[in-house]
Nanobody, 124 residues
Framework: EVQLVESGGGSVQAGGSLRLSCTAS????????MAWYRQVPGNECDLVST???????SYVDSVKGRFTISQDNAKNTVYLQMNSLKPEDTAVYYC??????????????????WGQGTQVTVSS
């Protein structure tokens, strides 16, 4: 069974850093593109960063230059290094594999294996 476990969140002051981890099981991790999403309660849930199996990456404009996605196939883990954090980065962060060359919408119920997410809180 597919399982995704996000961790590494916490409370930091603006300008601080966190590294999120998402450890996957139940599928051949290295064969899948991976993505990070975030949801602010009561607001939209957004795709934040992606990493394809060829190593190419993408970022939403608001995090470019501050966040870095990476993965360790030997550990079945994808990371999100978050630097220069801002209060607007406060959200619950989730990961998910790609969907047939594209990406699931954030918390799309057609992907039935969303993890519990990890809370990031950035204070000013």
């Amino acid at each position: 069974e597919v399982q995704l476990v996000e961790s590494g969140g916490g409370s930091v002051q603006a300008g601080g850093s966190l590294r999120l981890s998402c450890t996957a099981s139940g599928f051949t991790f290295g064969d899948f593109d991976m993505a990070w999403y975030r949801q602010v309660p009561g607001n939209e849930c957004d795709l934040v960063s992606t990493m394809r199996t060829d190593g190419s990456t993408s970022y939403v404009d608001s995090v470019k230059g501050r966040f870095t996605i990476s993965q360790d196939n030997a550990k079945n883990t994808v990371y999100l290094q978050m630097n220069s954090l801002k209060p607007e980065d406060t959200a619950v962060y989730y990961c998910a594999p790609g969907a047939g060359g594209g990406w699931y919408a954030c918390l799309d119920p057609t992907f039935g294996y969303w993890g519990q997410g990890t809370q990031v809180t950035v204070s000013s």
